[in-house]
């Protein structure tokens, strides 16, 4: 009887400090999932889910705050994506989802006001104040973010044609004949 | 003999290559109006060196290469550019892209030439000069040619394949070329020896092109040199680089890695020709033999200049009447020209003019059921009916997982297949959409590199900001203390040391004196309001004497006054300012 007690007590305390030492050894800093999360968004930083950017927002989704439907940018398939991950279920997006676009300032009108760079959240706006401002459109993500603060409303937001650059094969969609 | 190897899988089809081997190439007279795309050879868009309106010379660089892997384009004859524009492409969607018009003169005037001695010259500037020549793989894959012309430094160069197989059906522009230009050829595959340095020199040939193969064994013979010309069996695709490599040498090339990571290195016959041109003859790659042939009356290989439209091209062969559309490469791997004003580019080695009883229209496509054929048939030996069932389902990691990239699209499986499926139409939107989404991560990373990069930055500017502002708020403070401490101990002082300059003056007693003694004390007075101003910021105000509290309300009520003033001043001048802005 103690002898059973006592082997008992031994596993008990074996496993006890087996498992207290992986948990300090093992410890994992930060929520994985954020990454996760953070990496299935899109990362325009556009703010349109109402949080300040998306890392910000891959957390609310985390804590259960914000629904995974309110990211225009990463579309439906974003959504998709999100409730595989999560195991939620697909809702339909909150917001109507646009063709992807990069910002475009006309030249003739830009006052060199500097407005548009300080509201960009991934510094794709060159120039100076007083001198003529340009966008890199390679790292504009279309966010939208500079188009309200111009004072002279020279940024238009311009849709990404179809190139030879970023054609792509379409899927093999077989001709259904109409039976006469 | 060498002993060769077999690869795994392929196909026999029809050949269908003799139509065309009746007659030699044959010159295609100028056509009315060229197209040169500037982007014709994978690697950057070449910027356009030509404005509309400039007459161009034939062989004029009118794109620049940009960067190192791109390759340069050159004026196909004399003419006057038109404009520099988007025009239809020779690409399956029928895209536009930037290209430069030339309406030819008929003078086809040549541009200066100069010949160079690849052997005095070091390796750099021979690359360099097929990189302005505009010297591509005319194989079909048209990578830049002085690209693959520079020896690993780790691996030793063991074999150099020169590729004549040329086994897809209906094409015969290299066989042709073999045949009538061997001599020059064999001299090309000597300058790509000369660069690489390779152990040997095999040249792999169908065996269904005994002319060709006779043709540059003479031709070898004749320049002394030791490079080995070998007939392959016939079995499509045995002109696949990595397909020819395991046939001569043995070596199979592993997904992960290169042939150079294998020592061995692999041209067309035709790359090999259009060097030596560049080299020997300073000619840029202007022109190209193109198969024209299928449903047309008078099949042949032409050798065209690089941008003559379609249209024009295929009435050289009179084209008859059920044609229905024109193929650009051959039947296994080409695609439909989008129109017939998309041209002719270094890409471009066979024209097939298509017919509902050449290409019959495709029976619908029926249930893949796993049969197996697809993968015995492929030369990779992967399993098409796998990647067929992810890549349909979108499931593209897996079809990754089963290495959707080593598919060299060759259309073995497609072939094969007895339920119809479009199996590489699958594959290739596979690799699109992979290719996409790769791009949209790396951009998604740059962005939030940038992002998290500006929000520390701002972070950063704030508090160094808010240093500053303590910083100096501190020092004000500082600098008041000091400045109070000492005015308390100044007044004394100043008292007895204010009254001397106005009284010395008025000692004097003269009426002249008097006027600039006034002026003297006034501007004395002035003087001692401004230091007492300065020295009496009201702070540490509280051990002060009744005399000096006195003192500073006095200037304090001074200052008011002034102040006011000056506001009104102000106030005056804006509502002047604003006055004449309305007028």
């Given amino acids: 009887m103690i002898t059973a007690i006592a082997i008992m007590a031994l596993g008990a305390i074996v496993l006890g400090a087996a498992l207290g030492y992986a948990s300090i050894k093992f410890k994992v800093e930060g929520d994985p999932l954020v990454e996760k999360i953070e990496a299935i968004l899109p990362q325009t930083q556009c703010g349109q889910c109402g949080y300040p950017g998306c890392r910000p927002y891959a957390e609310a989704i985390n804590k259960g705050e914000a629904d995974i439907n309110l990211c225009p940018p990463g579309g439906m398939e974003g959504v998709q994506r999100l409730a595989d991950l999560l195991g939620r279920e697909v809702k339909p997006l909150e917001a109507e989802e646009k063709p992807k676009a990069v910002a475009f300032i006309d030249e003739q009108t830009c006052i060199g006001c500097t407005l548009c760079i300080q509201a960009c959240p991934v510094d794709a706006i060159v120039g100076a104040a007083k001198q003529m401002h340009t966008i890199i459109p390679e790292l504009c993500t279309g966010c939208e973010l500079c188009v309200p603060p111009c004072p002279v409303e020279c940024i238009s937001m311009e849709p990404i044609t179809e190139n030879l650059d970023n054609w792509k094969w379409k899927y093999p969609v077989i001709e259904i004949k109409r039976a006469a | ?583």
């Fill in chain 2, 1 to 583: 003999m060498l002993q060769l190897f077999k690869f795994k899988g392929g196909v026999k089809p029809q050949t269908n290559k003799t139509q065309s081997l009746a007659e030699p190439i044959g010159v295609a007279p100028l056509p009315s109006r060229l197209f040169v795309p500037l982007h014709q050879s994978i690697g950057g868009t070449p910027r356009p060196l030509v404005e509309p309106g400039e007459r161009v010379l034939k062989g004029q660089l009118i794109g620049a290469a940009d960067g190192w892997i791109s390759s340069a384009v050159h004026a196909s004859t004399s003419g006057t550019v038109r404009a520099v524009a988007e025009h239809i492409a020779a690409h399956p969607s029928g895209l536009a892209t930037l290209s430069v018009e030339i309406e030819p003169d008929g003078l086809d005037e040549w541009t200066e030439r100069t010949p160079i001695d690849h052997g005095a010259m070091e390796p750099e500037k021979v690359r360099e000069r097929l990189r302005e020549a505009g010297v591509v793989g005319l194989g079909g894959a048209v990578f830049p040619t002085h690209g693959k012309l520079t020896a690993s430094k780790t691996v030793p160069m063991e074999e150099l394949v020169i590729n004549g197989a040329e086994c897809e059906p209906f094409i015969t522009c290299d066989d042709l070329l073999m045949r009538e230009r061997a001599e020059e050829t064999i001299r090309g595959v000597g300058v790509f020896r000369d660069l690489l340095q390779p152990k040997r020199v095999l040249i792999g040939i169908e065996d269904n092109k005994p002319e060709a193969v006779a043709a540059l064994q003479a031709a070898v013979t004749k320049l002394g040199e030791r490079f080995e010309v070998i007939a392959v069996p016939t079995r499509y695709p045995a002109g696949g680089a990595k397909q020819l490599i395991r046939v001569l040498t043995g070596k199979e090339v592993p997904s992960t890695k290169r042939s150079t990571d294998l020592g061995v290195q692999c041209f067309n016959v035709a790359t090999a020709y259009t060097a030596w041109r560049a080299v020997a003859h300073g000619e840029p790659v202007v022109s190209r033999i193109v198969t024209l042939t299928g449903n047309v009356e008078r099949p042949r290989n032409w050798e065209a200049l690089l941008g003559t439209p379609l249209s024009e091209f295929v009435a050289l062969g009179a084209p008859k009447a059920d044609t229905n559309g024109y193929l650009m490469g051959g039947p296994m791997m080409g695609f439909e020209m989008p129109a017939m004003d998309a041209p002719l580019v270094k890409a471009t080695n066979c024209i097939i003019a298509g017919s509902p009883t050449l290409f019959p229209p495709k029976a619908p496509e029926m249930p893949c059921i796993r049969c197996g054929e697809c993968a015995k048939v492929c030369p990779h030996e992967l399993q098409p009916f796998e990647l067929y069932w992810f890549a349909r389902a979108h499931n593209f990691g897996k079809t990754q997982e089963y290495h959707i990239f080593d598919c060299i699209e060759c259309g073995c499986c497609s072939f094969v297949c007895p339920s119809r499926i479009p199996l590489v139409q699958y594959f290739r939107f596979a690799k699109s959409e992979i290719w996409a989404r790769e791009k949209e991560k790396n951009a998604a990373d740059q962005a939030k590199a940038r992002f998290e990069w500006k929000t520390a930055r701002d972070e950063r500017e704030k508090a160094e900001k808010a240093e500053k502002l303590a910083k100096a708020a501190a020092a004000q403070a500082a600098k008041k203390a000091a400045e109070a401490a000492a005015a308390a101990a100044a007044p004394a002082a100043e008292a007895s040391a204010s009254d001397t300059p106005a009284a010395a003056p008025a000692a004097g007693s003269p009426a002249l004196d008097a006027e600039a003694a006034k002026k003297a004390a006034i501007a004395a007075a002035m003087e001692r309001a401004r230091a007492q101003r300065e020295a009496a910021a009201p702070k540490n105000t509280e051990q002060l004497t009744p005399a000096q509290q006195r003192e500073i309300a006095d200037i304090d009520a001074r200052r008011r006054i002034m102040e006011t003033q000056t506001a009104f001043n102000a106030e005056i001048a804006e509502t002047q300012r604003t006055q004449s802005d309305e007028k």
